[in-house]
């Protein structure tokens, strides 16, 4: 066998500049539990799950299979403006819903919380449209750098401690949320 053979290339999902933090296997029992919580919790209730896109995207295709309820889903698209790296909490709703939420019981699905000021002011706008009830469900949670100390995430799939993580959704600058497991970059400058 020639010597240049047995060099492994790296991939996209071999990335050096990757570390794992949550395998695929670790990602899907915890978003079994919990749809299987949330499958208790809304029983005899009309659940409509709201993905804010694009990064809850991953999360919500494997949570829903997870809740064994009546259900619909609803996506919204916000962009968060920021000052510099953090965000205002100055939300523009690029996509709104597609359909009322009045006497639903919605349960918002989003991929992590860093500040919080871009899912306080979601939960705001989604506050005056007349719901039975609004929880939410997020994958991560960076509990560290909160300004809305206020805001409860419902559901939380894991605590991350803070670093710009990736994968599952995620992205840095649109790259990388076609991993399938759950990595910090190393040096975001290189991401
Ligand atoms: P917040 O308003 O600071 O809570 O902003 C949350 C949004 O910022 C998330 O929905 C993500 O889109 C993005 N974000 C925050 N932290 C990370 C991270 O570590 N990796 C990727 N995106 C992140
Ligand atoms: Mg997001």
Known sequence: MAAESTQIATTEFTNPNLE???????????????GEQITREYTGKELVLVGVLKGSCIFMADLMREIDLNLTIDFMAVSSYKDGTRSTGDVEILKDL??????KHVLVVEDIVDT????SRLLEILGTRGAS????????????????????????GFVVPNKFVVG??????????????????KDPSAA
């Open 133 to 156: 009830s609004i929880k939410l469900a997020s994958f991560l949670d960076k509990p560290e750098p909160r300004i809305k100390k206020e805001l409860v995430i419902d559901y939380t």
């Open 116 to 119: 919080g000021l871009t899912l």
């Open 98 to 103: 597609s359909n009322p939420i009045r006497e």
């Open 168 to 185: 599952y959704g995620l992205d840095a600058a649109g790259r990388y949320r076609n991993l399938p497991f759950i990595a910090v970059v």
């Open 20 to 34: 794992a933090l949550y395998s695929v296997d670790e990602i899907q029992a915890r978003i079994k539990e919990l």
